[in-house]
């Protein structure tokens, strides 16, 4: 099961009970017990809580630091840019849908594939952040590594919550 949408749902509730059998604090004690990076990066994304972009981009450079050293406001850069687009990484054409309409079928979308997520290359990037595409094949690989430990986090708290859950 996907915990997403409850988690983000109990994070807007008032942490009363109702009579579902699993209510919004259990699901957040289960959230909870998740790394602080994971926590912070459903925030974000799944409860649209803003104010978790600064502490969440904080720790994402500080793992990458773990792995590599390299100059620090490359690292952030990098970082910022694999967390812009994992936020926002609906595909356009189809509204993250996978599917378009063709003579009144609905087809796999010729844009992602059918995936409904948007992947980057590195012109995409060039061109949005007004760098050669020398300069954005240069950060490619450091946005990869940021975007792997952010693609881990995201699956690592749902993989908790489930597991704590069962606790219950
Ligand atoms: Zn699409």
Known sequence: MNFKEPV????????????????PVDRLASFAKADRLGTLLWRLKYANDATCY???LFLLV????AERKDNF????NCAKIALDEWLADKCISCLGSGEVMQE???VPCP???GHAIVHYTDRDRARKLG?????????SKRISNAQEIITNMDRKVNRT????????
């Open 161 to 168: 919550v489930a597991f704590n859950l069962e606790k219950i």
């Open 8 to 23: 983000a749902a109990a994070l807007h509730s008032n942490l009363d009970g109702d009579d579902l059998k699993e209510r």
């Open 131 to 139: 760098i050669t595409p020398d300069q954005a094949a240069k950060m």
């Open 111 to 113: 844009v992602c594939g």
């Open 73 to 76: 406001h490359f690292r952030q």
């Open 62 to 65: 500080k793992e990458m630091e």
């Open 104 to 106: 009144s079928l609905p």
């Open 54 to 56: 600064t502490p969440a």
